[in-house]
């Protein structure tokens, strides 16, 4: 029987849908080849498996706790994805509790001239982001913080970590299945065009910056919360290993845990490493000059 081999961090699950690094997959029964022997598709068959010695990466629902993580994202921006599936791989490793908050592009760049400092797509790009982050606040509200985590990550492996044609991420074409994955329904959609919700996810991008300023882009960690530091990035292009995760991590904890540091920066950045930018996990990306997040137009 042919096959094909794929290494991937699980990220979540709804029925026979397994979301992971690499992609959603669906099938009858879904096995980890790492060493575990958990039937990752079906619950039943993990209740009846000893815990001790063994590492699920669907145990996703850790409790909050003062070595926790508030993670603030834009759906749109590829090194928010990029950085959140690195800090998945570290949660599961670690233990970390990681709370899902908004930042908004769209209102970070509020009176910018797009134009000028932008690539044409970026305006469309930022509106589709705030759509889906209404999207992610309505989920909060009906479903708990958690889901948040569940629909962020069906959201970035379909845009992302997908070959397929791009089309609009706010159309309901993209957002159904997307809902779908993440186990949730489709009534929610009807937030996609509500501006009831800006306040709140206005709040949060007003949050996020106040703890770093305003000079930074997405995403933006604050590591222990609330008294920890926070910071922009880091802004990864590569995913690392499932051993390389963990001392990227310690170190940036070290430099996060230094009350003087404030900066380490460069503007060269590679393309990530997504299957929608045309890069694979075996190749690396086109390095380019971007400035204030955003690839630079002019010198």
């Not at 209740?47 to 994202?73: M, R, V, W």
């Not at 490793?93 to 400092?117: C, E, K, P, T």
């Not at 590679?270 to 630079?296: M, Y």
Request: net charge negative; proline share 5%; aromatic share 10%.
């Amino acid at each position: 029987m042919d096959g094909e081999i794929l290494q991937a961090s699980v990220l979540g699950h709804h029925g026979h849908t397994v979301l992971t690094t690499r992609g959603a997959f669906t099938a009858s029964i879904l096995i980890d080849a790492s060493g575990w022997r958990a039937a990752l598709a079906s619950n039943a068959q993990r209740q009846n498996q000893p815990h001790q010695g063994k590492s699920f990466g669907l145990e996703t629902a850790i409790p909050i706790s003062d070595q926790g993580l508030h993670f603030y994202f834009d759906p749109l921006c590829p090194f928010a994805w990029m950085t959140s599936k690195w800090v998945r791989m570290v949660a599961a490793q670690r233990h970390y509790a990681v709370d899902w908050r908004f930042i908004s592009l769209r209102f970070v760049n509020q009176g910018v001239d797009y134009a000028a400092r932008f690539p044409p797509e970026y305006e469309a790009a930022h509106i589709a982001g705030l759509k889906l982050l209404r999207l992610s606040a309505r989920t909060r509200a009906d479903h708990g913080r958690a889901a948040v985590g569940r629909l962020y990550a069906a959201i970035g492996a379909e845009l992302w970590d997908s070959e397929h044609a791009w089309i609009d991420p706010a159309s309901l074409a993209f957002v159904e299945p997307v809902l779908a994955a993440a186990g949730l329904t489709r009534e929610l959609t009807a937030a996609l065009d509500d501006e009831s919700f800006d306040p709140e996810i206005r709040g949060e991008t007003d949050e996020a910056l106040a703890l770093t300023g305003k000079d930074v882009g997405t995403p933006i960690l604050h590591f222990q919360p609330p008294d920890g530091v926070a910071f922009f990035g880091p802004v990864i292009s590569r995913l690392p290993s499932e051993a390389d995760a963990s001392k990227l991590w310690d170190h940036v904890i070290g430099l996060a845990g230094f009350a003087g540091f404030s900066e380490l920066k460069r503007s060269l950045r590679e393309l990530p490493q997504l299957r929608a930018l045309g890069v694979t996990e075996d190749e690396i990306g086109k390095q380019e000059d971007w400035h204030g997040g955003s690839r630079r137009q002019h010198n």
